[in-house]
């Protein structure tokens, strides 16, 4: 639902309710409300987590909104809107708190309702951060094949960047496993790539493992 279409839906269901006596123009109504909240939740949450990426100033208002998409999504019966959601959460608590115990299994539900609906983005993103969950924990093989993963949904549905970003990945753990020279391939074959797209945020991030990785 675009632009003022959704509020004059509502205010068609408010007048039915208020003077048609049509009490279940009241659910239909929440229906439309909640289609129009999750979203703008999940952008405002979105939004706040980059800030935190550049400030490092954490908000509990962003944790707070990723919740209530959740919990919209869920009533709505959109299991990819509440997959990605839940991601969101998992990321709060690893990622802003430094709790990858406790985002695990909001990543693992994550992946599991995204396999259910086909939606390779959202797997693309919970099985990465599954994947350094597992990096954390010292399980590094099972690491690989996870972020590894990632980066092969992400080819196949041309997340051109966010390919580019989990081959950044691969090769900090290649080079956290002693395997250096497969660390720079990781980073060469990422710098075509984020070339390629003018990812210019990642094509950094690629200069600094460089820089980390020699070091």
Known sequence: MQ????IERTGELFEAAMFGGDTSALERSDDVLDAVEAPLCMARGKVLHVRFLNDREENGQELVLFERA???YGRLG???GEADAL???GC???VVKGDGATGRPYFERSYKLAKSVGDRMTMSYAIRHLGFADRDAGHFDQARERLT???TLRREIGFRPGEAAGLVALAYLAAETGDSS???RHLDEARSVAESCGAKA???WIEQAHTLIRS
Do not use: N, R, Y
């Open 87 to 89: 991601f969101w959460i």
């Open 3 to 6: 632009g003022q279409d959704w």
């Open 202 to 204: 990642v094509s950094g």
């Open 70 to 72: 959740a919990e919209l």
């Open 78 to 80: 959109d299991v990819s």
């Open 182 to 184: 497969a660390a720079f």
């Open 92 to 94: 709060w608590h690893q």
């Open 149 to 151: 993963e990632s980066v």
